[in-house]
């Protein structure tokens, strides 16, 4: 596709169910990173994989996440167990190459935990 | 690891003034400095970005520049119009981990009175 796509847009969660948020990248691009958007603030790192490896998950805010780009492609971020400080807006980004390269990113995914 | 600070937070300027957001960051080692563009629901936008070997960037009514030695960027917009109206954030490069990581501001909310 034409840019970098997330599914779902909108996913509300009930405390302690698990949940997975799909992130389909700009076709070639290398680089594919996650961030947590809390309302009115900055996106916040999470993770970043280079083709199939994940580099650094050193953002991940706790053992619940987990993320995965198994065939170097689609990318995969499971929260497990999902509780009320997790409700925020996921973004998936992209680029060509990992280091000073433009993030293109997807429009997110908005999770709400009640 | 790198900080990113960001001011003002809030910015109400007329239509056709010039509006400035200022950056500073803690890293010496970060080589890259992007602006997004993040409108209401919508995904950041990259506007413009710098890297450390030059000190000014321009492309139409958007500048940025860079003072490595004092470690603050800063965005210039001029002839704003209301459709400049946004949340605008900057980015310094993680130096170290990832080798790709952006560190953001929290944002600066631009508000374009016509």
């Known amino acids: 596709g034409a840019g970098v796509s997330q599914s779902p847009r909108y996913k509300v969660a009930k405390r302690g169910q698990d949940v997975a948020l799909r992130c389909d990248p700009i076709s070639g691009h290398v680089s594919l990173f996650w961030y947590q958007q809390a309302l009115g603030q900055g996106p916040e790192f999470l993770t970043y994989?280079?083709?199939?490896?994940?580099?650094?998950k050193s953002g991940l805010p706790s053992d619940r996440f987990f993320a995965e780009r198994p065939e170097g492609s689609v990318s995969t971020l499971k929260i497990q167990r999902t509780q009320q400080e997790d409700s925020a807006v996921y973004l998936c980004a992209s680029s060509v190459q990992g280091r000073n390269s433009p993030l293109h990113f997807g429009n997110g995914t908005r999770l709400t935990v009640t | 690891g790198e900080n990113v600070e960001q001011h003002p937070s809030t910015l109400s300027v007329q239509e056709g003034d010039s509006a400035v957001i200022k950056c500073t960051y803690s890293?010496?080692?970060?080589?890259?400095f992007p602006w997004y563009k993040q409108e209401l629901g919508k995904r950041p936008q990259l506007i413009i970005d710098?890297?450390?070997?030059?000190g000014e960037k321009k492309d139409q009514r958007i500048a940025v520049t860079l003072n490595k030695t004092a470690k603050h960027f800063s965005l210039h917009i001029t002839e704003t119009q209301p459709e400049d109206s946004a949340v605008y954030f900057c980015?310094?490069?993680?130096?170290?981990?990832?080798?790709?990581?952006?560190?953001f501001g929290k944002g600066t909310k631009l508000s374009v009175k016509p």
């Open positions: 994989f280079q083709n199939e490896a994940q580099l650094d």
């Open positions: 980015a310094a490069s993680s130096a170290g981990g990832s080798q790709g990581n952006l560190i």
């Open positions: 710098i890297r450390s070997n030059v």
């Open positions: 890293d010496s080692a970060s080589n890259y």
